[in-house]
């Protein structure tokens, strides 16, 4: 079977980065550039591969890069999570709990981010009290938890994409 693009260039930035050939921060930045420029953000089923190979993993072991190469994988995790959910999968928890730890390395500059992966877990789970309390706590993705929120209330159960394709309002700071 062919590679896709993203594979193929995945493939090469992890080569380039594990040999010496590239930087972490270019890594890392090109690894967030195809992340963003696909918005179906495909290249996030093998980033989160990549980004978690222990060779990897253990270049940004203690390097300034640390908490962006955290940031990034949880980003990754998350994308891929949401492929497999709108793929009809259910069993996504371990890509979210990935995310979370992840987001979590990176320490309370990413709490919204943090607020955002719990929300959409207990909303997975089917639990509204915590999904209320977390949509309070948020700042970024507010109206797509309520929307999470009254989706769950309306139904009795998640249907993760009715609840993330209805409308919503822009983020407010």
């Given at each position: 079977?062919?590679?896709?693009?993203?594979?193929?260039?995945?493939?090469?930035?992890?080569?380039?980065?594990?040999?010496?050939?590239?930087?972490?921060?270019?890594?890392?930045?090109?690894?967030?550039?195809?992340?963003?420029?696909?918005?179906?953000?495909?290249?996030?089923?093998?980033?989160?591969?990549?980004?978690?190979?222990?060779?990897?993993?253990?270049?940004?072991?203690?390097?300034?890069?640390?908490?962006?190469?955290?940031?990034?994988?949880?980003?990754?995790?998350?994308?891929?999570?949401?492929?497999?959910?709108?793929?009809?999968?259910?069993?996504?928890?371990?890509?979210?709990?990935?995310?979370?730890?992840?987001?979590?390395?990176?320490?309370?500059?990413?709490?919204d981010w943090s607020n955002y992966?719990?929300?959409?877990?207990?909303?997975?789970?089917?639990?509204?009290?915590?999904?209320?309390?977390?949509?309070?706590?948020?700042?970024?993705?507010?109206?797509?938890?309520?929307?999470?929120?009254?989706?769950?209330?309306?139904?009795?159960?998640?249907d993760y994409m009715a609840d993330?394709?209805?409308?919503?309002?822009?983020?407010?700071?």
């Amino acid at each position: 079977m062919q590679p896709t693009g993203f594979e193929s260039e995945l493939e090469g930035l992890a080569k380039s980065f594990v040999s010496g050939g590239i930087s972490p921060d270019v890594f890392l930045d090109q690894i967030l550039k195809l992340d963003q420029s696909d918005p179906e953000r495909k290249s996030s089923l093998m980033a989160s591969e990549i980004l978690s190979r222990p060779e990897i993993v253990e270049k940004f072991q203690g390097t300034e890069e640390q908490t962006k190469f955290h940031s990034i994988r949880s980003l990754t995790f998350f994308h891929k999570a949401q492929i497999r959910l709108s793929k009809g999968e259910t069993e996504v928890r371990n890509d979210l709990e990935i995310a979370l730890q992840d987001t979590e390395e990176v320490g309370p500059q990413d709490e919204d981010w943090s607020n955002y992966i719990r929300a959409t877990i207990a909303y997975l789970d089917n639990d509204l009290d915590s999904l209320k309390e977390l949509s309070e706590k948020m700042n970024l993705n507010k109206s797509l938890v309520q929307n999470f929120v009254s989706g769950l209330e309306e139904r009795g159960h998640p249907d993760y994409m009715a609840d993330y394709a209805k409308e919503r309002e822009l983020d407010s700071f």
